[in-house]
Structure formats: structure tokens, C-alpha cells
């Protein structure tokens, strides 16, 4: 399977020149809280190259040096499937880093800490043996988002906006301008900001203030089930996220709203219940769930390098 048209040319950015596409390969990666993802891009079909998909655990605690062995071995699996003479990799990064520079600014020892001031780009590009300036990174819920505009969910719609739940909140919105982070993962919310009462954060504190159980994670909430403190803390949870998705819409007017993210399992206990919230507030915009999974951040990733060639005319 060819990756483009044949014979299909493109204008890579500052200090890259035109490239014939059979002896170029794209890759996109995802990195997420404890694991990485990465795989071989086909824009053509809209989609990950079958049988090239990867995904690595990866110590979030860990020193600099193993990450970032994780992070390469994951990546250099997939570029091996596909030799190429030119590569360019997308990667998404979910925590806080300059994305021109590289460098990571997140030092929260429980988030890859240990990149701290530590050039990501860098790093990779030595790993494995390819120019930095090969490397492009975005924030990892546009990337999400890009890939679902792309090849999923959110197709055919000409504003949209994305929230992605996980261990935090993530936010993106689609427009004329492409897909973009919303970053409202600290916008004004009730008490708080939105992320204090949408993450697996609140889900864990809240049902052990109702239960007085300490757990650490939602499959061991979910192993309470069925339990009423259990329900409890979904339905509000649920109740929140509507709250947040009508905040949203007033603020964002887009034409539909996509929900995505690492709480797919556990929609059964709250996706209904956020719906039903928006629309006793008579808003009867598409809410709709994601249909990719890890492979909509890859693309996303990966689209990174090809925001012309997914409005090329080659693409329908």
C-alpha cells in the first residue's frame, strides 16, 4: 500500500524541501498518561496502516533517560515496517511544552516530570537518528480531535468542538481555521475550574467522600458496582459534564460536540445522563462519541505534516 498518490508532491515546511511521496513516510504518536501509541498514516484511505499500530507501557515516574527509551523503541518499531528515505513524525503530548521549541515544561513527577527543561525533540530525533527538524508536536486532544475531523466522528461538520476525558480534562474546537486547542480545561466552573470536576481525579475523591473507601483508580470504583455510591458519583459526574457542554455551547456555538478520551468503558454510568442534562436546557446539538480510539491520536498526530494535503483536491 502506497501512503500517497504516486508521483503526488508537497511542500514541507521552513527548510524542507519537495519530497516524491514513495520515499517519504509519515508517522503519528500519542503520548498518554501511561502509554505511548504510534503507527503508519495513509491519508488516501483515511486511516492507520493495518498491522502498524504499536502501543508501549511507559512508566510516567520514570527517569528521563528510560522515557524516553520507551517513547524510541515504540516509534522505531513502526518506522522499521515501512523504510523510508524521508521521514517526518508527528507526536501529541498531553501535558504542558513549548511545541515550537520542544522543550517540556511540565514538571508534575507523576506526568513525565523527569523531562522537566529537557528539549523532547531533541531527545527523539537522536533516538532515532532522524533531524529534529522532522519532528512537529501538538497538544495530544487536538491531535485526537484532528483525527476524528479527519476520519471519524466528527467528518462533515464545519464547527465542532472536542472534549476529551482522562486523567485530566482536555478541550479542542474545529473551525475554518483547522483544529485548534481550546484549552478551557481551566475556564471558571462552578467552585472551581472544569478539570476539578471532570477527571478521574474527581471521580476518585468523590467516591471516597461518599464511601469512605480510599481507591485508586475507575476500574476499582467500578468494582464496587452495583453500589449506590458508585451510581452517586457517576450520575454527578455526568451531571458536571452536561453543566460544562452547556457552558460550551453557549460560549463556542459549534454545530456538534464529540466526547472522547479514556473513559470510553465507562460511558454506560454517565453519557446518558450528561445528554439528558443539555437538553432539559433545550439544546439539541449532535453529541456524539468517538469512534477511533487511540488510532484517532495517531492520525491526528501524524495530519500534523499534512494540513494542505487534507484539503487536497486528491482527497475526497
Wanted: with cysteine; aromatic share 12%.
Amino acid at each position: 500500500m502506497t501512503l500517497f498518490p504516486v508521483g503526488f508532491r508537497y511542500h514541507w515546511q521552513t527548510k524542507l524541501t519537495y519530497k516524491p511521496m514513495e520515499n517519504l513516510v509519515i508517522a503519528g504518536a500519542a503520548i498518554e498518561d501511561k502509554y505511548i501509541s504510534a503507527g503508519l498514516v495513509d491519508f488516501v484511505e483515511r486511516q492507520v496502516i493495518p498491522n502498524t499500530l504499536r502501543r508501549k507501557r511507559v512508566d510516567p515516574k520514570a527517569s528521563a533517560d528510560e522515557i524516553i527509551e520507551k517513547w524510541v523503541e515504540c516509534i522505531r518499531d513502526v518506522l522499521s515496517l515501512k523504510p523510508a528515505a524521508e521521514v517526518r513524525l508527528g507526536i501529541g503530548i498531553p501535558n504542558q511544552i513549548d511545541f515550537e521549541s520542544g522543550v517540556y515544561l511540565d514538571n508534575d513527577p507523576n506526568r513525565y516530570g523527569c523531562l522537566y527543561q529537557q528539549n523532547i525533540k531533541y531527545l527523539l530525533a537522536e533516538g532515532l537518528r532522524i533531524s529534529p527538524e522532522a519532528i512537529q508536536i501538538r497538544n495530544v486532544d487536538a491531535n485526537f480531535f484532528q483525527g476524528e475531523v479527519f476520519a471519524g466522528a466528527a467528518r462533515g461538520y464545519q464547527s465542532s468542538f472536542c472534549v476529551t476525558l482522562g486523567l485530566g480534562l482536555g478541550t479542542a474546537r474545529c473551525g475554518q481555521g483547522g483544529v485548534e486547542d481550546a484549552n478551557l480545561w481551566k475556564t471558571p466552573f462552578k467552585n472551581a475550574i472544569a478539570e476539578d470536576y471532570l477527571s478521574v481525579r474527581f471521580l476518585i475523591n468523590r467516591f471516597s467522600e461518599l464511601s469512605g473507601i480510599e481507591v485508586s483508580d475507575i476500574p476499582e470504583i467500578k468494582s464496587f458496582h452495583p453500589n449506590p455510591f458508585v451510581e452517586q458519583t457517576f450520575r454527578e459526574f455526568g451531571e458536571h459534564l452536561g453543566d460544562f457542554i452547556i457552558q460550551v455551547v453557549k460560549q463556542e456555538k459549534p454545530e456538534m460536540i464529540l466526547i472522547g478520551g479514556q473513559m470510553e468503558s465507562s460511558y454506560r454510568f454517565f453519557f446518558d445522563i450528561a445528554v439528558n442534562r443539555v437538553r432539559s436546557a433545550s439544546i439539541w446539538l449532535p453529541i456524539v462519541k468517538a469512534i477511533l480510539g487511540e488510532r484517532a491520536y495517531v492520525i491526528g498526530a501524524a495530519a500534523i505534516w499534512n494540513e494542505r494535503l487534507i484539503k487536497s483536491p486528491l482527497i475526497k
